[in-house]
């Protein structure tokens, strides 16, 4: 994607404070790579975040005449997503607290003692700000419905090089990659991109049908070709005439419908269920695997002349780990949509939650990142989201409620992980509105071992 403020574009900052020093160190902090204002006072900030666009603003807590985070309140009012920083020489973790709540990124403490931590806290604060531009940018620029690949990073940069050069080229495409990493967002792209974009893209996962009903969706049938075919039904080679065709999991299909497939390709043309009459398959076929299928060839699980006839162009879409910057910004994206979505206003991201999500390896890739943030809003009431909001892995950093419960020290592991899976059950069930089969989507857990679980912590449900 194209970012909204182009690299070369240095970054602006507001400065706020009413100490000479202080801004001065800042100022020569990042002051080769970001264009600068200083402001010693409220109404000196006020003139200056009227007249520009920052990315930035470092406050000061106690300014001569104005409260740090009541001007910050002010200037939210006007930007509802701005970043900043609130700094003090005065310690409080009530103002602290404070600050959090307001959507303030970080509550730095003066004098400042670790530049380069100071550097880094800036840093990741200008990024958050770059992923809320970028995704506005983005969502101007989608406005005709083409759908949305989020990232930057010079892996996406490369296959999204890739994409563009081969969606207006009439020939088959691989992609290869691995679960989660938004292939089926990709073959739509690719749709979306081609001279092909005004007619049908038509869309089946092949591991996820018995042959049987893949075949018969595919090709179609004639009225009484087998019980219950009532009438008589185009198949997707049909309906897809004129457009694209996209077949995920490619290497989940039957060696029959391998056979059969081929031979469509060979031909153009296809035959339904229970028919003589050959019909026409214009179609160009976008394929998706997560196995390497020059594997699955040599184990004999798939045709080698089916491969050679599919993997014309091979496109790999990197995981979510070689993905470097990405992972903010796609958070960020879900973060707004699921609140959106749920009708709340969490976020934004502490920087300590950001630090986490960075060094998550994300086995799930985007999927799993997007079901990550989806159950920090839909259990969270509202405010930053904080590590204590974020599961990225199948247990959530959270033995603090378990804690509360007991007066007498910590809990011993076993009774704390017993009261913390008992709450997270309650809380994934009310967000779900008593929905097991919508709670075990949230919660990642499939519907049957969630229900057990629910049984075993005597958690009630209406199932």
């Known amino acids: 994607m194209t970012s909204a403020m182009p690299p070369s574009t240095k970054s602006k900052v507001l400065i706020v404070d009413d100490d000479h020093y202080t801004r001065t160190l800042l100022d020569r902090l990042i002051g080769k790579s970001a264009d600068v204002r200083l402001a010693a006072d409220g109404a000196e900030a006020r003139k200056l975040f009227t007249a520009e666009d920052f990315n930035l603003v470092l406050m000061d807590q106690r300014l001569p005449a104005d409260n740090g985070i009541e001007l910050l309140r002010e200037f939210r009012a006007r930007r509802p997503r701005l970043v900043s920083i609130l700094m003090t020489g005065y310690a409080d973790v009530r103002e602290a607290v404070a600050a959090v709540r307001e959507g303030v990124f970080d509550y730095l403490n003066k004098p400042f003692e670790d530049l380069e931590t100071l550097e880094a806290v800036i840093g990741k604060a200008l990024e958050l700000d770059r992923a809320y531009r970028e995704i ?41 990659g691995e ?96 028919s003589t ?55 960020t994206h879900f973060l707004e949509h699921f609140n959106a979505k749920f009708g709340k206003s969490c976020g934004p991201l502490t920087p300590a939650a950001v630090r986490m999500l960075e060094a998550a390896q994300w086995p799930g890739n985007v999927r799993e990142l997007q079901h990550c943030i989806e159950r920090a809003v839909a259990l ?21 409620a378990a804690q509360s419960e007991t007066t007498s020290g910590p809990a011993a592991y076993e009774e704390a992980r017993a009261l913390f899976e008992r709450d997270y059950l309650k809380c994934i069930l009310d967000a779900a509105g008593g929905n097991v089969s919508e709670a075990a989507r949230l919660s990642g857990i499939p519907r049957q071992n969630l229900y057990v679980r629910m049984k075993r912590w005597g958690v009630v449900t209406d199932q």
Not at 185 to 207: D, Q, T, Y
Not at 282 to 301: P, Q, S
Request: glycine share 10%; charged share 20%; hydrophobic share 40%.
């Open 136 to 176: 506005d940018d983005l969502r101007a620029r989608l406005g005709d419905g083409t759908p949305a690949v989020i990232g930057r990073s010079p892996a996406m940069e490369q296959m999204l090089g890739q994409v563009r050069q081969v969606a207006g080229l009439d020939t088959t495409v691989l992609l290869e």
């Open 277 to 331: 009459q050959p019909r026409q398959a214009d179609f160009r076929l976008i394929c998706a695997t997560n196995r390497a299928l020059a594997g699955e060839v040599k184990a004999g699980r798939f045709r080698e002349d089916l491969f050679y006839r599919i993997n014309v162009v091979a496109v790999r879409l990197p995981p979510l780990r070689e993905r470097a910057g990405d992972v903010i910004l796609l958070a």
């Open 179 to 274: 679960s989660g990493t938004g292939k089926d967002v990709v073959a739509k792209l690719i749709h979306a991109w081609s001279p092909r974009a005004a007619k049908p893209f038509m869309e089946v996962n092949c591991g996820a049908l018995p042959e049987s009903l893949l075949e018969s969706l595919l090709f179609g049938y004639e009225k009484g070709a087998f019980t219950g075919a009532s009438v008589a039904s185009a198949g997707y080679f049909e309906k897809a005439n004129g457009g694209n065709l996209f077949l995920d999991e490619i290497a989940d299909m039957s060696p029959k419908l391998q056979s059969n497939l081929l031979r469509v390709l060979q031909d153009h043309q296809c035959m339904r269920i229970g």
């Open 380 to 400: 969270h009431p509202g405010g930053p989201i904080d590590t204590m909001h974020l599961c990225p892995g199948d247990v959530p950093p959270a033995v603090g």
